[in-house]
């Protein structure tokens, strides 16, 4: 009896040995922030000064009367909703469409996941010159046709449908790999005997398509939802959270509090609750999902 036990105990310190390369990384980089986080989001701290002063909930519960927290909180609600659900009707749309052709279908394929794979700096700063006010190609195409020229990057609503077509326009890329190969992967038997029940059009989309692909419809949700709602680099670089911050999100928010108004208190109780609406969101979107696409 012992020595079983002595046994087990070597087999665990060894299966904990082999673990902690992995275990240390992820307390000093993930858990350890996250403790040190919620302990700043309690204090006064300015980033700079040595000291601070423990002020409870304080940090909390100003942003219930911070009008521009509740701005940048819708901001990031239809942010993240314009920017999950179209980049996968419209990926779903290609990858029908691309499944039909064998000719060079891989190469549209690589070409659009191009988009996914290309740092957002440098698309954001493609998409500045393509939305610019005075020489950008969206409003030499607006003078040709007679109408008038729109301050894409500098309008209270443009901004965002700005912001929201170059983050759908890099998704694309993603949805429309991963859409097509599993709709390639679908038996064309069960697609047969469905067209001979006369299954077609919008019937076997619901009945045969969506619940054979529901895994990755499940995924890209997920994967879309967290990525839109910590968006930072394409508002940043097209808009800068402007104009009076009509393009802001929690993020960007979190970034102005913590490193331009060295406000590390506030900043840090910010992404507290960032981080418990992620979670949130991110469970919702899971439970319906799978409620949809399981059916």
Do not use: H
């Given at each position: 009896m012992t020595r079983f036990t002595s046994r087990n105990v070597k087999d665990n310190l060894w299966s904990l040995g082999l673990l902690l390369p992995t275990l240390i990384p992820l307390f000093i980089f993930w858990i350890y922030p996250m403790i040190k986080t919620f302990h700043i989001s309690f204090t006064d701290w300015n980033y700079i000064s040595p000291t601070y002063n423990y002020v409870n909930f304080d940090n909390y519960t100003n942003f219930l009367d911070d009008s521009f927290f509740t701005k940048v909180l819708v901001n990031t609600l239809v942010f993240t909703?314009?920017?999950?659900?179209?980049?996968?009707?419209?990926?779903?749309f290609i990858a029908t469409l691309l499944n039909k052709i064998k000719v060079l279908r891989n190469f549209f394929v690589a070409t659009i996941?191009?988009?996914?794979?290309?740092?957002?700096?440098?698309?954001?700063?493609?998409?500045?010159?393509?939305?610019?006010?005075?020489?950008?190609?969206?409003?030499a195409f607006l003078k040709a046709v007679g109408l008038e020229p729109l301050e894409w990057l500098g309008g209270q609503t443009t901004s965002m449908i700005v912001v929201i077509i170059v983050t759908i326009w890099k998704y694309l890329g993603l949805a429309v790999l991963l859409l097509t190969s599993a709709l390639a992967k679908l038996d064309p038997e069960v697609e047969k005997a469905n067209d001979l029940d006369g299954g077609?059009?919008?019937?076997?989309?619901?009945?045969?398509?969506?619940?054979?692909?529901?895994?990755?419809?499940?995924?890209?949700?997920?994967?879309?939802?967290?990525?839109?709602?910590?968006?930072?680099?394409?508002?940043?670089?097209l808009t800068q959270g402007g104009p009076s911050g009509a393009t802001s999100t929690i993020l960007y928010y979190f970034y102005v509090l913590a490193f331009e108004w060295y406000e590390t208190g506030p900043a840090s109780a910010l992404a507290v609750i960032f981080l418990?609406?992620?979670?949130?969101?991110?469970?919702?979107?899971?439970?319906?999902?799978?409620?949809?696409?399981s059916k």
């Open positions: 909703l314009f920017t999950v659900i179209p980049p996968i009707a419209i990926g779903l996941f191009s988009a996914w794979i290309t740092p957002t700096v440098v698309v954001s700063m493609v998409w500045v010159s393509i939305f610019d006010g005075e020489n950008g190609i969206v409003n077609k059009g919008l019937r076997k989309l619901m009945k045969i398509t969506l619940p054979a692909i529901s895994p990755i419809l499940v995924f890209l949700f997920i994967l879309f939802t967290l990525d839109s709602l910590k968006a930072y680099d394409q508002i940043y670089i418990a609406i992620c979670l949130l969101i991110s469970g919702l979107n899971y439970v319906v999902s799978k409620f949809l696409f």
